[in-house]
């Protein structure tokens, strides 16, 4: 079955560590992104990937880092810089065909800082 | 960065009835995509309905379809006969030509029986 995966569902991190968060797409989407979804709040972009080996800051990149060695992943590293890093992130992809463009998203991982 | 603003946090509405969610954006684009995602309790984000920018007709996908405004910079979702299985969080959301994507804040949708 295609789709978005990432892992774990829940993670638990000590504060000053670094963590990281695996998302992988067999869709063969060009396009990925990781977003940041706080209680009651919409969802606020990290950074976003058109292509391997490229991609872009969003509003809120500070703290965070990512890699797009392979088409189909593309981890999100919390780093211990991000102050408030507790929260829940999504991974997306998305889909250019004409006509057809559309976002999928992974179930998410929530992230809490002990 | 384009901005997308959804001004209501919260609506409820009656099984059965129909309910209008606004959405606006801000963009100096002309080629763009515009979508109304749901978010139900579970958290996974579901694509209720998408429209073209380029496409002056409105969108529609069984009881949801959208009110596209582009001078307006307007993309409201109206859902009819409102049932309870609607109840979530709803996202509008924007989508430039370099697949740069954000989203609104959300409506909380309330359906009540």
């Known amino acids: 079955d295609g789709g978005i995966t990432q892992s774990p569902k829940y993670l638990f991190r000590k504060e000053g560590q670094n963590v990281t968060l695996s998302c992988e797409q067999n869709?063969?989407?060009?396009?990925m992104y990781w977003y940041r979804q706080d209680p009651g709040q919409g969802l606020r972009l990290i950074y976003y990937?058109?292509?391997?080996?490229?991609?872009q800051k969003g509003d809120i990149a500070e703290g965070y880092s990512v890699s797009r060695e392979k088409k189909e992943s593309f981890p999100l590293t919390v780093t211990s810089a991000q102050k408030n890093p507790t929260a829940f992130y999504l991974c997306?992809?998305?889909?250019?065909?004409?006509?057809?463009?559309?976002?999928?998203f992974g179930q998410g991982t929530r992230l809490t800082v002990v | 960065a384009q901005t997308v603003t959804q001004s209501q946090p919260e609506m409820s509405v009656q099984e059965a009835e129909t309910v209008t969610l606004s959405c606006t954006y801000d963009?100096?684009?002309?080629?763009?995509?515009l979508f109304w995602y749901k978010q139900p309790p579970s958290r996974q984000m579901i694509l209720v309905i998408r429209?073209?920018?380029?496409?002056?007709q409105n969108a529609t996908e069984n009881r949801f379809s959208v009110n596209f405004q582009k001078a307006a910079k307007s993309f409201s979702l109206k859902i009819s006969d409102s049932q309870l299985g609607d109840t979530a969080m709803y996202f509008c959301?924007?989508?430039?030509?370099?697949?740069?994507?954000?989203f609104g804040a959300g409506t909380r949708l309330t359906v009540k029986p």
């Open positions: 997306a992809s998305a889909s250019e065909a004409p006509g057809d463009t559309e976002a999928f």
């Open positions: 963009t100096s684009e002309n080629n763009y995509y």
């Open positions: 959301a924007f989508m430039k030509a370099d697949n740069d994507m954000r």
């Open positions: 429209q073209e920018a380029y496409k002056q």
């Open positions: 990937s058109q292509i391997v080996n490229d991609f």
């Open positions: 869709l063969n989407h060009d396009a």
